[in-house]
Structures are given as structure tokens and as C-alpha cells.
């Protein structure tokens, strides 16, 4: 089955099989004869319809190349499930498979992102966990996806641990899941906002979603990965995992959790994040100094002039 064209399709027409996941708001489920995934929701007369269009009309207005980036960094709606006038979900594509991971017993999990924030435990020990420049090239590829997503004209809403992924193969990479929750900006949302206790902003409603709340949620997911702390908040002391950030990044990673903490409109946006986590050091430019301009002699344009007559050469014979 292919939704690429974005169009409704009718409940009654998907044969589906296990249920792969559960949540506050939906069910997932397998999509037999495709790699795609159903959510269904519980509640469909909580459901925005008109709202779920856009998110899908979203995707559908990019071109190739950001819609291929979206497809990257998101497990988006490909289109609504109908029925009746009804809507009653969405269908999206399953999580990249080098977001998962295999445990002893060979259950495969999502790679989220509590297996990055958290001290390894012996119960998911068979997670690789990345050595130090990886760790810090991951916190980069997350908040430089958060910036994509606002430049697109989009509000995340629920940042937390459960719904992003990452992945250190072929290179540091990060997905987000739960995309229904995303809106776009000044639009209404798909459903009441969703919250995770301990992500959000507390200067804000659990239910508010803003470009302000997305940026207290980046200064989480950031100072988060690089501390490997899944409670640190900003105005709190970070301290690094060894080897994570050099001199300049730590220093710059300190400043905006810092600034974090403070008043509503005052937060650095992802493109400050990206800055302090870049690997590549500020170049600072000096002013370009004003070429002196040459001396003039007033004397010879402000004294008498001297005007004689000028001969004209009479007609050509």
C-alpha cells in the first residue's frame, strides 16, 4: 500500500497485524503488504481531521529534497485513516531500523533517547553506547533537526526521551516519532497537547506548545546529552562527560542552559545551540578600518577665477 500522494484511505481497506505500540492518545499498528504503520486513535472525537490535513499537506507542499530531510528526521503523517466522516488515524512509516535495538532475550526495541540521557544499565547493556565526540555530534544533529523543524514553520510541542531516536550508524543521526503532536505555527493542534512530566516548561501549561516552549525543551535535550543527566535543568551546574566538549563548546553549552532559565522570549533558539556545538571554532572578524581620505587643497578651488575666451573653430568649408 503506498499513502505518498497524501489522499485519505478508509479504515476498511487496511489489513493489519500486531500492534507494535501503545500510548496516551492511540495505538500502533502493522500494516500488512506494506512497511507502513497505522495509529489509530481512542478517542476520534477529540481529533482534530482539519489539523492532521495540514501536517500531511505539509509534507505534500515540500520538494524532494526537504521532503526526503522530513522523512529523515520524522515519522511523519503520510495521510489520514477515514471512516464514516470520521477521522480516525494516520499512517506513517516505521522508525529506520538502525534506530532499533536487539535485547539478550531477541526483542527488538526503539533506540530512544532514555538510552542516551541515561548511566548504562545492565538491562539494556547490548545498546552501544557512543564514546564522546559521538555524543556530542548527537546532541548537534538534534537541535539542528528542532531548527529545521521551525524553519519549516512548525511547533514540536512534546520533546522528551520517549519520542526521539537516534542512531550512531552509518553516522550520529536522530528521529523523531509521535509527529501528530507537531502543528503548525498559529494553527490549532491535532489533539489536546501532550506533556511528559520532567520535559516540561515551567514557566508554561503543560498543554501550551510555543517556539518558546520548544526552545526550554532544547536546552533539555542538549545539556541532557552532553551531561548524560535525564534531570539536570537549566540554572543547574552541567557538568560534561569527559571528553565531550572542548573548551570553547563546554563554555558556549553553559552559557545558553544558563540563559535557559530565564524569562519567556529570552531563550536561545536551536541556531545558538548549533553554534556553541558546532566542531568548528568562531571566527571573529575585525571591523574594516575607514581608508583615510586624501588631503584637498581648498586654496586652488576657492580663489578668483580666471576665465578667458574660448575660440570656437569656425564651419568646415
Known amino acids: 500500500m503506498s499513502a505518498e500522494d497524501g489522499k485519505d484511505i478508509t479504515r476498511s481497506s487496511l489489513t493489519l497485524g500486531d500492534r507494535v505500540g501503545s500510548g ?79 535485547t539478550a532475550a531477541g526483542a527488538t526495541k526503539l533506540l530512544e533517547l532514555q538510552y542516551l540521557i541515561r548511566p548504562p544499565k545492565a538491562a539494556w547493556q547490548e545498546v552501544v553506547q557512543p564514546d564522546p565526540e559521538q555524543r556530542r555530534a ?48 498559529g494553527r490549532a493542534a491535532v489533539q489536546a497537547q501532550a506533556g511528559t512530566p520532567d520535559w516540561n516548561d515551567p514557566m508554561a501549561p503543560s498543554t501550551d506548545a510555543t517556539v518558546d516552549t520548544d526552545a526550554y525543551k532544547t536546552a533539555l535535550v542538549a545539556g541532557r546529552i552532553v551531561a548524560q543527566r535525564p534531570y539536570v535543568l537549566p540554572g543547574q551546574a552541567l557538568q560534561f562527560v569527559p571528553g565531550c566538549l572542548d573548551d570553547r563548546q563546554a563554555d558556549g553549552v553553559r552559557r545558553l542552559f544558563e540563559q535557559a532559565a530565564g524569562e519567556r522570549g529570552t531563550r536561545p533558539r536551536p541556531g545558538e545551540w548549533q553554534t556553541a556545538l558546532s566542531d568548528r571554532g568562531v571566527i571573529t572578524l575585525n571591523a574594516a578600518r575607514p581608508r583615510v581620505r586624501p588631503a584637498i587643497d581648498h586654496t586652488v578651488l576657492d580663489g578668483a577665477r580666471n576665465r578667458t575666451p574660448i575660440r570656437l573653430r569656425g564651419p568646415v568649408q
Open 24 to 102: 496516551g492518545q492511540g495505538d500502533v499498528h502493522a500494516v500488512l503488504g506494506g512497511p507502513l504503520l497505522f495509529k489509530e486513535y481512542k478517542d476520534p472525537a477529540a481529533v482534530n481531521g482539519t489539523a492532521l490535513s495540514e501536517l500531511v499537506g505539509l509534507r505534500q507542499g515540500l520538494g524532494r529534497t526537504d521532503r526526503d530531510r522530513l522523512d529523515g528526521l520524522a515519522a511523519w503523517p503520510l495521510c489520514r485513516v477515514v471512516e464514516g466522516g470520521r477521522t480516525l488515524g494516520f499512517l506513517m512509516r516505521h522508525a529506520p531500523a538502525h534506530m532499533t535495538w536487539r
Open 138 to 185: 548527537l546532541a548537534l544533529a538534534c537541535v539542528e533537526a528542532i531548527g529545521w523543524f521551525h524553519d519549516a514553520g512548525l511547533v514540536i510541542g512534546d520533546i522528551s526521551q520517549a519520542n526521539v531516536l537516534w542512531s550512531l550508524s552509518p553516522r550520529p543521526a536522530v528521529h523523531f516519532l509521535d509527529c501528530d503532536g507537531f502543528r503548525r505555527l
